[in-house]
């Protein structure tokens, strides 16, 4: 049996691979997943693959193509959701902020600097054509937990975050979403050690393989709408709506994908070079 640790965040985007663990899909191509709950996001998986802590990640496209410039010794393998992630922009339900113009210079909370949440506040300021050089300040907060914590007692002023998992806390007045931010770009990837490509090439088509065939049909599963609602305590018609703007991914990222996200991480000088296309993306072709 072999032993494969893959992470990833307890979020609704992933219920297909708790599917795939529940229903013994792995058992058998002789192989046992972990899977790893990431609170705290990208920035904490990112590290986790550098680490090698974990052997694959369902991550954020810019968050690991980020790291990869910056030599985390990884590939992408395939994109996993290819419709982008919808980012809520969120204050304190008791904020005196109404607009968004009015968070130019204020305090973001991030997860962790390399997050998603730190990324976004990037593109998300190119979008309101602020200075990300003056305009964009960071409160590190861990996960959205301390994003909570932060917002309620002023220790930041804003929050970027999925806006599906973040709605229940709209609906409860802990946060007061002022706007949305889409990624411009497929929000999630699978991204693997180099180490594991190299000897477990096999193993990672299985998994591919098995993951795939639960995405393709995902939306068919009975009653998934109640489902999700019940698993991650949203609102059934909210789950409805995600699903209707949600469409998972069997392919590989494309060269022109890898080309957008990097310029666009160029020009917010969020990377400090480009890298060719097969030194952040892996082909499993035979």
Known sequence: MKNVRIGGVPEHFNYAWYLALKQGHFKPHDINVRWNDYFGGTGQMTK?????????????????????????????????VKSPLIWGIHVAENSAFKQLSE????????????????????????ELDWDTASDLRFEVVKDLDGA??????????YFMWE???TKPLVDQNTFRRLGDCPTPWPCFVIAVRDEFIANEKETLQA??????????????????????????EQKNDDVKNWLALTEWSQENISPSTVEAVQ?????LDIISKKLPFDQLVASLED
Do not use: W
Request: net charge positive; glycine share 6%; proline share 2%.
């Open 148 to 157: 909570v914590d932060a917002l309620t007692h002023q220790k930041a002023d």
């Open 103 to 126: 968070l130019k210079g204020q305090r973001a909370a991030i997860s962790r600097y390399g997050s998603g949440s730190h990324l976004m506040a990037y593109v998300n300021a190119l």
């Open 263 to 267: 310029n666009q991480l160029l020009k």
């Open 48 to 80: 986790a693959l550098r680490d090698n802590e974990i052997d694959i990640a369902v991550i954020l496209t810019e968050g690991i193509i980020k790291d990869i410039t910056e030599g985390n010794p990884c590939k992408i393998v395939q994109v996993f």
């Open 207 to 232: 998994i591919l393989k098995v993951i795939n065939t639960i995405t393709s049909g995902f939306k068919r599963v009975p009653e998934i709408d109640t489902i999700i609602s019940e698993r991650y």
């Open 163 to 165: 806006k599906f998992t």
